[in-house]
């Protein structure tokens, strides 16, 4: 599986380049800064060996299970930030690739079988905080992972999805981003979307608020059910995706006039992004346990962001109507 690693290695950083290519026209003004890294026990979210039960009961089970030591590991990447542009007040694109000749215990808790194993994990994790309330801030995640004994074939899985978090929704935008991800997911079987885009649900839910993160789109792990090209392809064609996506609802949206109200529920409601990320979120939980690079697993976080005790907007209001968006719904 040596060369499969390496082709998917290429594929990612490449990826990365096309992503930060994409995003800085749509900006218009402003370029993504590179910081390169390389350091021992570097863990970083999109590598973070993620086994997420598909029930609900199971994830909430085993969320406390954490270990909060990493077997020791090798690894680096490049995270790229553009910061203050004229579209995305901040938007980060991160590429990273691990490895390390045995897997940290809380890799290995649902598959006691990998214990023991070498193993090499690589991915690229985007996030996009736009400057404009009117425009959605986007997820994205692909990675790949393989672990490795002499006397066994090698166990290798990929996952990866992309989810939508708007402030002010507008029907046509849900219905597109939900089209793009239906039919990228077709080719590959009539279940695929279905199953992927319930499991986006289930993930991206904030419990004790008791409301989705956004309007979801795609979220799949453990993914090895087909051949190794297939999988790849299906990797693939979520990558590219993405910006199939996100940029038209960008372009649509970004002149919309707003004023110190609009702004000021966008840093209200980011704080929601904030709590989703560092309360459930698998990728950044293990790679802050395990000595993770903190500037690469923060980066998903926004610039800026705002708390309010008992915030409740007006009856009736714009952003009142926000709550009906954040309930799973069937929109293609």
């Not at 990228?184 to 649900?201: I, N, S, T």
Request: aromatic share 14%; hydrophobic share 35%; net charge neutral.
């Amino acid at each position: 599986m040596h060369e499969h690693i390496q082709e998917v290695d290429a594929y990612l950083r490449g990826l990365q380049d096309r992503l930060c290519a994409a995003l800085e026209q749509a900006d218009g003004r402003t370029r993504f800064g590179e910081d390169v890294w390389t350091r021992k026990d570097a863990l970083t979210p999109p590598l973070a060996p993620r086994v997420v039960p598909p029930s609900p009961a199971a994830r909430a089970r085993d969320e406390g299970g954490q270990s909060s030591t990493a077997g020791s590991s090798m690894g680096g990447g490049r995270t790229r930030v553009l910061k203050d542009g004229a579209v995305f007040e901040q938007a980060g694109v991160g590429y990273s690739k691990v490895f390390g000749d045995t897997l940290p215990p809380s890799a290995s808790a649902h598959r006691p079988e990998l214990a023991g194993r070498s193993w090499t994990a690589s991915g690229v994790s985007l996030v996009v905080h736009p400057r404009n309330p009117y425009v959605p801030t986007a997820h994205m995640n692909v990675r790949f992972f393989e672990a490795r004994k002499a006397d066994a074939e090698p166990v290798w899985w990929f996952g990866g999805g992309f989810d939508l978090t708007p402030f002010y929704p507008f029907d046509e935008d849900c219905v597109h981003w939900h089209t793009v991800a239906r039919d990228l997911c077709a080719r590959f079987g009539e279940d695929v979307y279905p199953k992927y885009k319930r499991w986006c649900d289930e993930y991206f839910f904030i419990r004790h608020r008791n409301e989705a993160r956004g309007i979801g789109g795609l979220f799949f792990d453990d993914l090895n059910a087909w051949d190794f090209e297939t999988c790849f392809a299906f990797l693939r064609a979520v990558g590219e995706g993405f910006l199939d996506a996100y940029l038209p609802i960008v372009k649509r949206r970004k002149v919309t006039p707003y004023g110190e109200r609009e702004r000021e529920f966008q840093l209200y409601r980011r704080g929601r992004y904030v709590e989703f990320n560092l309360v459930y979120d698998r990728g950044t939980l293990f790679g802050l346990q395990s000595g993770g690079r903190a500037e690469s697993i923060l980066m998903s976080l926004p610039p800026r962001v705002r708390y309010e005790y008992g915030y409740a907007p007006e009856a009736g209001s714009a952003e009142a109507r926000l709550a009906e968006y954040l309930k799973a719904r069937d929109w293609v």
